[in-house]
């Protein structure tokens, strides 16, 4: 469980510096995904009893919100990795690969964005165990943290929306646009903090849906 968390840990760090790509030069980038890939294959491996029974047992309301969930985040992937030797300019620039980048650069963008929020959306499986971890760092239970946490994660989501529209993520999703807008003069910082907002927004949003769903008969 430990050694899942930290690949799961992991592929959430590796996301967030992928979504700077600019930011933090091509090669960083191109590293940093091919990394991520890696993580991404350990994942699936330590996953692979609920994949094999996937097709097994009956699909409740929250099941199916678990699962089509999980192939969201899980086509993401191989949209970014067909991409990616279509644009690559340092890790895979030896491959004989010398047309198709307008098409690469298309899917990437898409498979990149829409895999962000699918990602986090999915991050809601986690968020009782983080809670619980959480919990643990206090002895004694207290009404008033807990609400006080409580306004905290939905100021944070509520912040995370107004990101949203400020990095104009919707433009990236619908391809609105062909290219991604970075700022180089912005601190790293403040990049950073706007899309953990995002990311938390669509983990609450999960988490929320999910707590619905599971009210649901069947």
Do not use: C
């Amino acid at each position: 469980m430990r050694t899942r968390m930290l690949v799961d840990i992991g592929m959430t760090v590796l996301l967030m510096l992928l979504m700077a790509s600019e930011l933090i030069g091509r090669a960083a980038h191109e590293w940093i995904g091919m990394a991520m890939f890696v993580l991404f294959i350990i994942h699936h491996i330590f996953n692979r009893k609920w994949m094999n029974n996937l097709f097994h047992g009956k699909y409740t309301a929250y099941r199916l919100l678990q699962t089509m969930s999980a192939v969201f985040v899980f086509a993401a992937m191989p949209g970014s990795m067909i991409s990616a030797p279509l644009i690559s300019r340092e890790v895979l620039s030896v491959l004989p690969i010398s047309e198709g980048q307008n098409f690469g650069r298309t899917l990437h963008m898409l498979s990149a964005y829409w895999g962000f929020l699918f990602l986090s959306f999915h991050l809601r499986v986690h968020w009782n165990m983080i809670v619980v971890m959480a919990g643990r760092l206090f002895k004694k239970k207290s009404v008033m943290r807990t609400v006080l946490v409580r306004m905290i994660v939905v100021l944070v989501a509520a912040y995370g929306i107004y990101a949203l529209f400020y990095r104009t993520i919707r433009d990236y999703l619908f391809l609105q646009t062909q290219f991604v807008f970075f700022d180089y003069e912005e601190s790293i910082v403040f990049f950073f903090l706007d899309y953990l907002a995002i990311m938390e927004l669509f983990a609450f949003i999960g988490h929320y849906t999910g707590k619905a769903v599971r009210k649901l008969k069947g």
